[in-house]
């Protein structure tokens, strides 16, 4: 049962004035934990329902539907001397965000943690508090509607069972990872998260999501560049999912074939009267407008898959890198990411010499740099595995 797992105070905040007295508090703690429950099956941005707090001492649950002002909560977020411990925190970081218009610093994702002590990548937050703590965390309220109020005994326990355990997890972690020196690693991952999150926010850039966009000429690209940053304006401005205003395989089929006339927008599937009546005139002078762009003003051409040869030498090098994550005792994906082993395989194959992406983190490069010297300039056998 819950109740019997949560050991600490529980404490509703529901005013500014509480939460006030209680980010005064928290001023002088080294670590907090910290998690959201949102709803957003019918919007484009989640709608905040709660935001749990632990300072080691009790529970915080913090109504987001009944205060208004979250600016003292903000300046404990992006105070750089309190640990923020999160599991997992890109949902975290886009309520944050969007409903309060904040990013937390010093963060601590005990997600990204575990991977550095080799607990796994990706691991789940139940799975994790097994494993390290001992300790299986009920499931029951996962799909609860944490909109309501007054939000259920059950729902209260669970949501602060998230956050008194996580406490208790981000502290054996912290623990460890002093000790094994890596405790700046996991800091500068926790940077990288928040600058990406960042970055990824300009709907210009939308279309870089698309699984196929690819296979898009330059001119093409430009289209569906122009269609993706519409739809995703117009899912902002009207709060709907990108998918309810009109979906990606829409989008690029029209970057395909460069409609015209609107009643040619009829042929697309997906493409509903709704949209055609009110965007249908305007998203053709965006095609229009896109198939006029200079040569020299294009987008550049997104990288095809790997061929070949290009993936038999990333699985060679993933392989080494491997090697090096065993030795030290850490989860390889976080030494290097897939799109980092393409890019260096394909910059090695285009002019002799390989790169490190853009913001690859120091440490990696010191673990890496001999390695992939002596691994890339070889010829990988048939038979090497992944």
């Known amino acids: 049962m819950a109740d019997d797992l949560v050991k600490q105070p529980i404490h509703w905040i529901s005013t500014v004035e509480e939460l006030e007295e209680c980010c005064e508090r928290w001023q002088s703690k080294k670590l907090l934990a910290v998690d959201t429950e949102f709803m957003r099956s019918q919007t484009y941005y989640p709608i905040a329902g709660l935001i749990q707090v632990n300072d080691g001492e009790a529970n915080y649950l913090l109504d987001p539907t009944t205060i208004d002002d979250f600016s003292p909560f903000a300046e404990i977020l992006v105070d750089d001397d309190i640990i923020k411990a999160i599991h997992s925190c890109s949902e975290d970081l886009e309520v944050f965000y969007h409903s309060f218009g904040f990013l937390p610093q010093r963060l601590f994702d005990t997600q990204i943690a575990g991977a550095f002590v080799n607990l796994g990548y990706s691991m789940g937050f139940a799975r994790m508090v097994q494993g390290v703590l001992g300790v299986e965390l009920p499931k029951t309220e996962t799909r609860s509607d944490w909109l309501q109020r007054p939000l259920s005994v059950a729902q209260k326990h669970y949501a602060a069972l998230d956050v008194e355990y996580l406490y208790l997890l981000a502290g054996k972690l ?32 939308s279309y870089l999501r698309a699984k196929n966009a690819w296979k898009l000429n330059a001119k093409q690209l430009a289209i569906f560049q122009n269609l993706c940053e519409w739809r995703e304006l117009t899912a902002q401005k009207r709060d709907k999912p990108r998918n309810r205003i009109v979906k990606e395989n829409t989008l690029f089929a029209m970057a395909l074939k460069r409609p015209k006339h609107i009643s040619q927008l009829r042929n697309y599937e997906g493409m ?59 989860a390889s994906e976080i030494l290097a990411r897939k799109k980092e082993y393409d890019y260096i395989v394909r910059d090695y194959l285009a002019r002799g010499e390989w790169s490190y992406p853009e913001g690859f983190p120091q440490w990696r490069q010191a673990l890496l740099t001999d390695l992939i010297n002596e691994t890339i300039k070889v010829e990988p056998a048939d038979e090497v595995d992944s």
């Open 174 to 205: 912290l623990t460890e990872l002093k000790a094994k020196e890596r405790l700046d690693w996991v800091f500068g991952e926790g940077k990288t998260i928040v600058k990406n999150f960042s970055d990824n926010l300009d709907p210009k850039l």
């Open 272 to 330: 509903s009267d709704r949209v055609i009546r009110t965007d249908g005139e305007y998203l053709l002078r965006l095609i229009e407008r896109a198939d006029k762009i200079e040569a020299s003003d294009l987008p550049e051409l997104l990288p095809k898959p790997l061929t070949s040869a290009e993936n038999k030498r990333v699985k060679a090098l993933r392989a080494e890198v491997q090697k090096v994550a065993d030795e030290i005792g850490i």
